[in-house]
């Protein structure tokens, strides 16, 4: 399991989930799927501007690197140029990145 994040941000979005722009708001989660081989855990990326799957990551233990892979892998494909706001539910099993700032956004070049 996961330790609780170091810090939590504020709510930017205020359940407001419609986004026109891609690469401004990035959302995440973490979830488990059961195998044949015992369980499988994946963290996605989905950016809410163009309703795509922009980074994930799998691995078949829960660490803290699943979900910073997860952002590397979105960070790569998109290449945003600009601040993106990273939204999560925060709960025990969902990692703040280090270079997260207080208003919740993430500079391209600090994931």
């Known amino acids: 399991m996961l330790d609780r994040p170091a810090r939590s941000v504020p709510n930017l979005l ?9 690469d401004r708001v ?3 989660d973490i979830t488990h799927i059961r ?10 990326v989905l950016d809410l501007g163009s309703r795509r799957i922009v980074g994930w990551s799998m691995q ?8 910073i892979q997860a952002l ?6 998109r ?9 999560s539910d ?5 990692v703040v990145p280090n270079g997260a700032d207080s208003a919740g956004t993430m ?5």
Do not use: C, M
Not at 14 to 22: A, G, L, M, S, W
Not at 60 to 67: F, S, V
Not at 72 to 77: C, D, E, G, K, M
Not at 107 to 111: G, P, R
């Open 14 to 22: 205020k359940k407001q989930f419609t986004v026109d722009e891609p």
């Open 26 to 28: 990035w959302a995440t």
């Open 60 to 67: 078949p233990t829960l660490h803290r690197d699943l979900a």
């Open 90 to 94: 925060q709960d025990p099993n969902t």
């Open 107 to 111: 500079d391209s070049s600090e994931v």
């Open 79 to 87: 290449r945003p140029t600009s601040h993106v706001i990273i939204h």
């Open 72 to 77: 590397l892998s979105a960070q790569w494909n």
């Open 35 to 44: 195998t044949l081989e015992g369980w499988l855990y994946v963290a996605v």
